[in-house]
Structure formats: C-alpha cells, structure tokens
C-alpha cells in the first residue's frame, strides 16, 4: 500500500524545502572567499538531500579542467584522483554533464555507469548519483555532483530543489571570479599606480617621485637611468599605470635579451613571405602597445639600423613591418632605460645623437641602493614579508646583527641582489628570524670590510704592525723589509704610538 501523506506533512516538507533554499542564498551572500561559499552550501545541500557526499567542480576556462574546490565524505583515493589529474570537459561522467550542459541522474548502482572511466570512481562502489551543470548569465561555471554508497530513491520534490539551489551557487562561482578579477587588477594597478606604495625613507627617491607625479597627462618620451637592479621597470610600470594611457597596454621589450637578427622583427613585426618562415602576418610590439606604454629596457642594446626606425616612430610615430611597404601608424608612448652612459656611446658612434635627445626629453636618475642606504632596512622587511607568504614561513624579524650586516653592504646588484639575499635567507632560517648566519658569507665578509679604517695611514699602520710581528720586533729586519731607513722607521712608529 502506497503511503498517504496529507496535507499539512506537504505544506510542512514544502516550507522546509523553501527554507533550504533560503539558508543557501543567504550563504553566498556571507563570504567573497569562494572555498568557503562552496564548503558551507556543499554540506548544506549533502543535509537537506540526505545524500552521503558531493563534489563541487569549477571550470577553469584557461585549461578546460574541472577543478574540485569543494567535497564533502569524499574518499582520499578519489579526492587525490580529482585532484592531481584534474578532469577535463568532455572526459568521464562530470565532464560529460560540463560539455553537454545537462544534468545526469543514475538512480542504482551509478559505478557501472560506462560514463565513469575512472577506477577510482568505479572502486568507490557509487549506487546514486546526480550531477548537474552550474551556469551564470548563459555560461557554464561548474557542476554541482551528488552521491551515495547505498540504495537511495529521491522524490522529485527534491531534485527539484537540487535544480533551484544551483542558480545561487552558479552566482556565487561567477561572482567571485569577477570579484578576484577585479581583485586583480586594482592590486597590479595599485602596486604601480600609488606612488606612496614605492618604499622608500630616502630623499633622493622622494624626489624621482615628485617628478613622476608630474607625468601622469603627458606623452613625451622619457629616459631612465639607472645600475641594473635599481627598479627602472618599477618606475616605467608606475610612469604608465598613473597615467591617462593607464588602461591600455604596457609592453616591455628588453632590447638586450632578443637576438639582434630577431629584434627588428619583433618590435616592428613583419609581412607575410618577409622572409623564410614568414607564413602569415604578424603585429609587432609596437603596434600591440598602441594607445598605451613601450618600455625599451637597455635601448643602448639596439642595432643602428634599428635605431633608425626608433627615431621615425618617435618623429612622426609611422613604422614599416619587415617587408611591408605601407606605413603604420601608432599612438604609443616611448620609455626608454639604460644602465650606460649614452652620452660616452655617442662619442664612441655606438648609440645615434638625434635619437638619443629624441628620447631624452624627461630625464629619470634612479639612484643606486648604496646611495639610500636608508631603504635596506624597509626593503628587507618588505622582502621578508614577501616571501613569508611566497613559501609559508613565519619569519617575524631580522636580527640586529644580521640588519647590520646588510647596511654595512655596498649592493652592487642594488633592490634585486637584496630581494634575492632575503628571498634565501628566508627560505634556509631555521627561527622565526633572520639571523647572521642565513646571511650569505660574502656579505657578511664585504660588510665587515666596510666598518675598516681604509685611509693610507690606517693601512701603513696595520702593515708596519704585521711586518714587526714577522721579524718578532726586530727593528732593524723590519726597517730593511718595509724599504725604510732606521731613523723613518722610528718616526713612524711613535707618529702610530707603537711601541719602540
């Protein structure tokens, strides 16, 4: 006999249902952490379904893998499956529903479905199982799985509500993709964007900043000079990001990393049959930066030949591809860096005259890291920060003696040789702060060479001294072997009160 249900037993699983549907919208509404949204709506829908588990997969649109941010009652086999050999669309019974964009729902013995190809799904023995396909504005975002181990027969009135809690969990996948999107993008815009984000105590630094601010409307061709290391892509990267240019392209060429025979087609692109392998058509960095930024990082780098077409583009902003006979024309603006002294290259005929006051109208001295010596101790912490989280430690602090050592150094590689000392010693300290020991031993070395008296009279003094040590404080040895006559050699030594 088929069980009957009155009235009130409907109204009331009716009420609940609906209930359920409100706790899962409320949910999504609570976090910006994705994980966290999918954790708490997964357990809340494995409850109300009074199913043993369920998977939440997100698509990755990049890769076409489905990735599984949330699982509930999941065996390690399985999760350790789904997860390092992601499925892709189209592969196994989860990719299937993502292709196809419908909802499969096997009621017995699920694991011999033939649409699972996988063994570790096979060997988890599955009896029921629902999947349904998660999509926001049109397009897919996931699938939202359901299963359990023993028979289970639900009535329709619940997948009913399994359908209806898919939209606020398809809202929630898509928007928190565009919230991290948007996350995103401030963050680079404002690592670049806010000048105050540039650390720095020194006054030097300050006053590059000070200039930078007055660029933001401009277009005129900028130079920036600086030892390698010094951050002149930091300060090209903020020049663009604070300006009106802000939300078109910034694209960075390092004239010295790409061949010679190479550059030209690269920063200009070619035509189709220009040269052999030339199959198609192709757009060059400049025309890519168009309406926005080239950086030339070591523009002293480039060929004459190529530094004459540079100086057409900064002229009447028209360039020709390789082997193109019809001129292009581009609105992009031109920061150019150097770590040479461009003047000495014009002298030598090895960088042009004309291009080089083409491109130096605005002139950016970046000062080296042992001119603001100041900065070493922000940028270390900075750096240790950086990478606390990079590599998951904890450091708290860099010792006084290890903070010592890296203001006593000269950082010939400037913030990049800093940033890569921290970056080791935050990977080998075995505390919760950055000792002397995880400071590599050449900069301990130079450092304490540093902190010496090095004028002549010093190191006259300290030979004197090592050569009478020799000699056990034979005056007359040690006269003959410094090349000083007795009455010298005396004179020295009360001048340094050493004792006679």
Sequence with gaps: MSETVTTPEILERQNKQLSILYEIALTVGKSLDLKTILDDVLGKVVEFMGVDAGVIFVINDETLEMIPVSFKNISEEVIKDLTENRVKIGECICGTIAQCEREVIILEKASRDPRFTRESQKRARIEFYAGLPLKAKGRLVGV???????PYIPDEGLIGILRAATVPISLAI?????????????EVKLRYFDYEGIITNSQKVREV?????????????????????????????????SSIRKDNPFIVVNCAAIPESLLESEVFGYTKGAFTGANADKKGLFEAANGGTIFLDEVEAMSK??????LRVLQDRTFFKVGGTSPITVDVRIIAATNQDLEEAIKS????EDLFYRLNVIKIELPPLRERIEDVPLLARYFTNKFNK?????????????????????????????ENTIERAVVIAEADEIRREDIPIEIATLS???????????????????????VSGNKKKASRLLGLDATTLWRKLKKYRIPL
Aim: charged share 30%; proline share 1%.
């Design 305 to 310: 030949s190529l530094q004459v077409k540079l």
């Design 349 to 352: 005929k090895q960088f042009r």
């Design 448 to 470: 304490n060479d540093s902190k010496k008296d090095l004028t002549l009279e010093s190191i006259e003094k300290e030979h004197i001294l090592k050569v009478l040590n020799l």
């Design 390 to 418: 990079k590599i998951g430690k904890n450091i708290r602090k860099i010792s006084n003696e290890a903070m010592d050592m890296l203001i006593n150094y000269s950082w010939p590689g400037n913030i990049r040789e800093l």
């Design 209 to 241: 900043i000070r200039m930078l601010r007055k660029l933001t409307d401009v277009s005129s061709s900028i130079l920036i000079y600086g030892e390698s290391g010094t951050g002149k892509e930091l300060i090209a990267r903020a020049i663009h990001f």
């Design 144 to 150: 939202l799985c359901v299963i359990t181990y023993t």
């Design 174 to 186: 898509e928007n928190s993709r565009l919230f991290e999107n948007v996350k995103k993008d401030v």
